[in-house]
């Protein structure tokens, strides 16, 4: 059988040997009781990581960011953030149902200070309060956007100003650490809380972080139990973790380098453009004349020729590098688009 190209998401890597080893190997205890060894180490190393006091180990990044939606929210509150933020368009609804807390929409995914303070209400009863500002680095549907440390510093100074509370979901943070030159701490400074994947660009199969201050942590370990996240002896789960951490983070200028190459090739293949000016990270968006085909199309039409990837809207669709796919195999993805797309002329 042909290779599969999945360009589908960076969660789709699987482990390595050397990763599987240090999963077979793991020190454990139970971690509900806090006794985990490898789960502390993964806790502690990635707090001082992204420079904050304290962090905690969760099954998935939509559990670390409901956490800690729930830990700086109260129900009735208004949460800033872009209509197409992960928690507000890809948890299953998760933010409301759990949290009670309604959505402020952005006009963009990313925004500035004065955007904040026009979403803001204060002590207008006909509004819900107001209390936090969500921010997403790398910026998933905006195809892999990277925010500059300027204008993070806007939103984290303009919500101090206002007195509410800022979160930065960084799934891909590490993404954005590489693409910017800055540090994660520095990237994750001014934020309240932070939260982080393990599973997508780094290549563990399981596992994010929510991490902040000791005392919102110590409230955030109540809710992972409340929402069913305490684990036994993720040890197992936490050693995957620290490998991707030491391994991951090295290779990641490697998938931008191939999403780059990628997006080049899209822009002189008639039919297909890249949304964004600039591929900044792993993620390409690309739009579909809508003369021509739609996404969905395109992509049954690649699928049958062994090239994955999913349709972000009726003329958009995603492609995301990552550790499993080679400089090659995107070589080979943009014959199969150009194939596909000379067929449909
Ligand atoms: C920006 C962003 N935040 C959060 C998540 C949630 O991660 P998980 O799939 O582990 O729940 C994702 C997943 O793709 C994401 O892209």
């Known amino acids: 059988m042909s290779t599969v190209i999945d360009l589908r998401s960076d969660t789709v890597t699987r482990p390595c040997e050397a990763m599987r080893d240090a999963m077979a190997t793991a020190e454990v205890g139970d971690d509900v009781y806090g006794e985990d060894p490898t789960v502390n180490l993964l806790q502690d190393t990635v707090a001082k990581l ?25 129900p009735g509150d208004a949460v800033m953030t872009a209509p197409d933020a992960h928690i507000a368009f890809h948890e299953a609804g998760a933010t409301p149902m759990l949290n009670g807390v309604q959505f402020s929409f952005m006009p963009s995914g990313r925004f500035g200070g004065d955007d904040v303070r026009a979403a803001y209400h204060d002590n207008d009863h006909h509004y819900p309060p107001t209390t936090l500002v969500e921010v997403e680095n790398t910026y998933n549907m905006g195809g892999g956007q990277v925010w500059s440390i300027e204008q993070l510093r806007e939103v984290t100074d303009t919500a101090k100003d206002l007195g509410i509370k800022s979160m930065l979901d960084g799934a891909r943070l590490w993404n954005a650490a590489v693409a910017t030159g800055h540090t994660e701490a520095e990237l994750c400074s001014g934020f309240d809380v932070v939260t982080v994947c393990l ?26 139990k409340m929402l069913g996240g305490g684990m036994r002896q993720a040890g197992i789960l936490a050693a995957a973790g620290l490998y991707a951490l030491k391994h991951g983070r090295e290779r990641l200028h490697l998938d931008h380098e191939n999403a780059r190459q990628l997006g080049q090739a899209i822009q002189h293949i008639s039919g297909l453009s890249v949304a964004t ?12 004349d809508a003369q021509f085909a739609t996404a969905a199309q395109i992509q049954e039409r690649c699928e049958v020729k062994g090239l994955l990837f999913w349709p972000t809207g009726p003329q958009r669709f995603r492609l995301v590098t990552h550790l499993d796919v080679t400089g090659a195999e995107c070589d080979q993805a943009v014959e199969i688009l150009k194939d596909v797309c000379s067929a449909c002329l």
């Open 199 to 224: 599973s997508k660009g780094l290549g563990a199969p399981v596992g994010s972080i929510v991490a902040g201050s000791r005392e919102l942590m110590h409230r955030a370990h109540r809710v992972r």
């Open 50 to 74: 992204l420079g904050q006091e304290a962090a905690l180990f969760t099954p998935s990044g939509s559990m670390a960011d409901q956490i800690a939606v729930n830990v700086l929210t109260r």
């Open 277 to 288: 000016k600039k591929v900044d990270t792993n993620i390409v968006i690309v739009e579909v």
